[in-house]
């Protein structure tokens, strides 16, 4: 049974950074691709960041390009979201997902695992 738990969430001033992270557990996580959304009070949930099993390839939503960055530790079955600049228009839960093919994809649909997700709050 796949878990995923997010962490590293909270307030943060226009401008600043936040790390998010997720622990997965329950299968062979370097075998998996995975992502990360988000989803903003009244929207739906958006795709932001996704990486490759080896974490040699990555794919960003236009919004976050530049600020933010996927990365993963095989090693350790995290993958993390490091945030910089972060804008008010960043506000939102964060979740973390995974699919059960090693093809990358950036619809929402195609994640089959979830974890509870994490709040990020961006003051202006």
């Known amino acids: 049974q796949v878990q995923l738990v997010e962490s590293g969430g909270g307030l943060v001033q226009a401008g600043g950074s936040l790390r998010l992270s997720c622990a997965a557990s329950?299968?062979?996580?370097?075998?998996?691709?995975m992502g990360w959304f988000r989803q903003a009070p009244g929207k739906e949930r958006e795709f932001v960041a996704a990486?490759?099993?080896?974490?040699?390839?990555?794919y960003y939503a236009d919004s976050v390009k530049g600020r933010f960055t996927i990365a993963r530790d095989n090693a350790k079955n995290t993958v993390y979201l490091p945030m910089n600049s972060l804008e008010p228009e960043d506000t939102a839960v964060y979740y973390c997902?995974?699919?059960?093919?090693?093809?990358?994809?950036?619809?929402?649909?195609?994640?089959?695992?979830w974890g509870q997700g994490t709040q990020v709050t961006v003051s202006s």
């Open positions: 997902a995974t699919r059960d093919t090693s093809v990358v994809v950036t619809t929402t649909q195609e994640y089959g695992y």
């Open positions: 329950g299968r062979t996580f370097s075998s998996y691709v």
């Open positions: 990486i490759s099993r080896s974490g040699d390839r990555t």
